[in-house]
């Protein structure tokens, strides 16, 4: 109870500096379907996401509305089972895809879950997705990033019906991943998603781009972590006249 008393106070805290507005990930406490292991807390992540974010989107802008969409989106497909019950989708039409590789229907994608679609493009060595559940997926990112795993909107391009946006994805490895305990490191990856809606905003196939192996690599301790900052694994390191 103190240690969820001080995340509270610390949320708020940082609210009140900032001007930083809660994650909207619909109503937890009258959710549209039965939850897969209970309702959950996101006030770590939350935190979390406050600590690390570079974003601070203005209320009703479409960059907030497209980021409250997606968060929506991850904790529906994490806790809730039934696809058909999510308020994020259109459950008729909803198909996912990484990297223009396999294309999931939304029964596929919800039980395999949404690690295992999005690294099904990533090198066998590193990630089988074929190999992984939901469950096993999930123990394996979840023992790595024991704070959680932030994710935030950078930038939206072009608005509905094909909401097209860039992203980053950011956590400490302070956990244990494959054998190999973390030690602080921080990491992130960033990328690009197109989200194609319907008029009410639900999400019909959802596309997202970005470059899996090289996190995979720094998590593995293959590469260094700084491999990955500021979008370096997506958009490479620059011009080397200017990093001298």
């Not at 968060?71 to 696809?83: F, G, I, Q, R, V």
């Not at 459950?91 to 590789?101: F, L, M, R, S, V």
């Not at 900052?229 to 997506?234: E, F, I, P, R, T």
Request: net charge negative; charged share 25%; aromatic share 12%.
């Amino acid at each position: 109870m103190a240690a969820s008393s001080a995340i509270d106070e610390e949320l708020q805290r940082l609210e009140r500096k900032h001007g930083f507005t809660r994650p909207d990930r619909g109503d937890l406490n009258n959710p549209p379907g039965h939850w897969r292991d209970g309702k959950p807390d996101y006030r770590r992540a939350d935190l979390e996401y406050y600590k690390g974010k570079t974003m601070n989107h203005k209320p009703g802008s479409l960059e907030l509305i497209v980021e409250n969409l997606v968060k929506k989106w991850e904790m529906e497909a994490s806790h809730l089972p039934d696809y058909r019950t999510w308020t994020s989708i259109n459950p008729e039409t909803y198909k996912t895809q990484a990297n223009g590789g396999k294309i999931y229907s939304g029964e596929e994608s919800s039980t395999i879950g949404n690690y295992n679609w999005l690294l099904e493009p990533a090198s066998k060595e590193l990630y089988d997705s074929s190999q992984q559940t939901f469950e096993s997926s999930h123990r394996s990112f979840r023992g790595a990033f024991l704070d959680g795993f932030p994710w935030e909107v950078l930038k939206v391009f072009a608005g509905p019906p094909k909401v097209t946006f860039s992203w980053r994805h950011w956590a400490t490895f302070n956990g244990v991943y494959k054998g190999r305990a973390g030690e602080g490191e921080f990491l992130e990856m960033h990328g690009f998603g197109i989200a194609t809606v319907n008029d009410q905003l639900r999400i019909c196939q959802l596309e997202m781009f970005y470059e899996p192996d090289e996190f995979l690599k720094a998590l593995e301790g293959k590469i260094p972590p700084s491999d990955l900052s500021m979008g370096k694994a997506l958009l490479g390191s620059g011009c080397p006249i200017h990093q001298g």
